[in-house]
């Protein structure tokens, strides 16, 4: 099993539509949650991160939930500008840190 | 004004030879990394750096060796291309390492091509 796991998608939703990613994470010590959004051929760059108590930020929702260990992400109104791979990424703390990256998933907006 | 810098964008060699990758970083962050990410889009950690000294060394060939000769360099040294080592190479930066769960800010990539 996968340390980090994404539905690889793609979604592929008009725009306007409500689209919503999960990502399920196996170690039990991560401690930091994040989204991190790519545009092809481009580097990652954060969406946001994730809270314990979920957060908002305009039109992106996301949560956690720790006792099932997954992280959901929620974006509303979509825009074609929205049309990226979203990467789940989880910080693990144990006897070091370790940073892992989901493999994404890829959303396409069409007009 | 760049943030965090990469040389060169796009780099094909043939097998066998030896290359370096550069990255700067002008944030003053503390801790930089690199990240390897394949054709199927799968990003990696390779290697760590908290102020010029090694933190994370994930399981990477020999034939990487990372050198932060200041905390706003680390580059990246290949031996002995390989074809399996064409990828997109990120570096990475963030203000207190990884501890303290802080956002990361990638360069724009290097696109290895190894021939």
């Known amino acids: 099993r996968k340390e980090v796991e994404q539905d690889p998608g793609p979604f592929n939703v008009p725009e306007g539509a409500t689209v919503a990613f999960n990502c399920t994470y196996s170690?039990?010590?991560?401690?930091?949650f994040f989204w991190y959004r790519q545009d092809c051929r481009k580097e990652p760059k954060l969406l946001m991160s994730?809270?314990?108590s979920g957060n908002e930020d305009g039109r992106f929702t996301a949560q956690l939930n720790r006792a099932s260990q997954y992280i959901s992400l929620l974006i509303r109104d979509s825009k074609l500008s929205d049309s990226a791979t979203y990467l789940c990424?989880?910080?693990?703390?144990?006897?070091?840190?370790?940073?892992?990256f989901g493999s994404g998933t890829r959303l396409s907006i069409r007009p | 004004d760049t943030a965090v810098s990469q040389t060169p964008k796009y780099l094909v060699t043939q097998m066998g030879n030896d290359k370096s990758i550069k990255c700067e970083q002008n944030?003053?962050?503390?801790?930089m990394y690199w990240y390897k990410q394949d054709s199927k889009k799968f990003l990696k950690i390779m290697f760590s750096?908290?102020?010029?000294?090694?933190?994370i060394n994930e399981t990477v060939p020999n034939r990487f060796s990372p050198k932060s000769p200041d905390k706003a360099h680390l580059n990246l040294h290949i031996n002995s291309l390989e074809l399996g080592d064409s990828a997109v190479y990120f570096c990475?930066?963030?203000?207190?390492?990884?501890?303290?769960?802080?956002?990361?800010?990638f360069g724009p990539g290097t696109r290895l091509t190894v021939l």
């Open positions: 990475a930066s963030s203000p207190t390492g990884t501890s303290g769960g802080n956002e990361q800010f």
């Open positions: 170690n039990s010590a991560s401690q930091s």
């Open positions: 994730v809270y314990s």
């Open positions: 990424v989880v910080n693990v703390y144990s006897s070091a840190s370790k940073i892992i």
């Open positions: 944030l003053g962050h503390d801790t």
């Open positions: 750096y908290n102020n010029k000294e090694l933190i």
